[in-house]
């Protein structure tokens, strides 16, 4: 079965810095791309980019590129989505997926990052 | 704003078939094939549809999706209780090196 494990809810201040896991499971992790989506309460799906873990190849969203920092961990088979200083508006609920023929077949659980001073 | 269009909200009856569109641009909908994910609150999304019409295993025959030009349907026919979520179509999209544009999704509710 394929797992994607999520790290768990977060509460930070503005300004802090944050990186969430994504742990694969049930599959070979280095041959699937992995994608980050957020969800901000109230609102739809946003998709912020995805990292190919045999060589990290990684694309962003132009709206998320430069904003958080997608890597991966191929020896533990964990993706991270990351940021260096969070702000208010970063509070979402982030989902990792793993991408198999142009769809994301499998969801992680999802993260709740809360930023608020 | 989301690159491609759908409705904001959609409902139905039980056992009534609904359809929720999706209008995307010749270099998404038009190029590439789309997926459609169900969406259910304190939930995983949930891969419904991919490749414009294929069904992942589980997924009942009663939803099926089709795609013509750059827009794209999703249909849900008898229709259930357990059907009321949010639904996205997503596809990827060639003007943004191969990124992936969603919908801004559709309530469904079953009335």
């Known amino acids: 079965e394929v797992l994607l494990v999520q790290s768990g809810a977060e509460v930070k201040k503005p300004g802090e810095s944050l990186k969430i896991s994504c742990k694969g499971a049930?599959?070979?992790?280095?041959?699937?791309?992995i994608g980050w989506v957020r969800q901000v309460p109230g609102k739809g799906l946003e998709w912020m980019g995805l990292?190919?873990?045999?060589?990290?190849?990684?694309k962003y969203s132009p709206s998320f590129r430069g904003q958080v920092t997608i890597s991966v961990d191929k020896s533990i088979n964990t993706a991270y989505l990351q940021w260096s200083s969070l702000k208010a508006s970063d509070t979402a609920i982030y989902y990792c997926?793993?991408?198999?023929?142009?769809?994301?077949?499998?969801w992680g659980q999802g993260t709740l990052v809360t930023v608020s001073s | 704003q989301s690159v491609l269009t759908q409705p904001p909200s959609a409902s139905g009856t039980p056992g009534q078939r609904v359809t929720i569109s999706c209008s995307g641009s010749?270099?998404?909908?038009?190029?590439?094939?789309v997926n459609w994910y169900q969406h259910l609150p304190g939930t995983a999304p949930k891969l419904l549809i991919h490749?414009?019409?294929q069904r992942p295993s589980g997924v009942p025959d009663r939803f099926s999706g089709s795609k013509s030009g750059t827009s794209a349907s999703l249909a849900i026919s008898g229709l259930q209780s357990e059907d009321e979520a949010d639904y996205y179509c997503?596809?990827?999209?060639?003007?943004?090196?191969?990124?992936?544009?969603f919908g801004g999704g559709t309530k469904l509710t079953v009335l």
């Open positions: 997503a596809a990827w999209d060639d003007s943004l090196d191969g990124l992936v544009v």
């Open positions: 990292i190919f873990p045999a060589d990290s190849d990684t």
């Open positions: 010749s270099s998404d909908i038009g190029t590439n094939t």
């Open positions: 490749n414009n019409n």
């Open positions: 997926a793993k991408r198999t023929e142009g769809a994301f077949d499998s």
């Open positions: 049930g599959y070979r992790f280095t041959s699937y791309w």
